[in-house]
């Protein structure tokens, strides 16, 4: 059934999304896990202080200036 196919799906999605809303993630800059998601796209990392702007459910890093 094509619908019932969709909803696996999406709930297969969602779990990973809050896997990488809970993820620590490393910073670019001093290479530790310490990226924290302050709010929205936004996350910052407690050692450095590096901040990055990003989606809103996981981060990448775009530019590193
Ligand atoms: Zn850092």
Redesign the pocket.
């Given at each position: 059934m094509r619908t019932a196919r969709y909803g696996v799906g999406v709930r297969k999605r969602l779990d990973s999304i809050e896997k990488l809303r809970s993820k620590k993630y490393k910073?670019?800059?001093?290479?530790?896990l310490?990226?924290k998601r302050l709010y929205g796209g936004i996350w910052k990392?407690?050692?450095?202080?590096?901040e990055v702007a990003d989606g809103a459910y996981s981060m990448t890093v775009k530019s590193l200036n």
């Open positions: 910073c670019p800059q001093c290479r530790k310490s990226m990392c407690k050692r450095c202080g590096l």
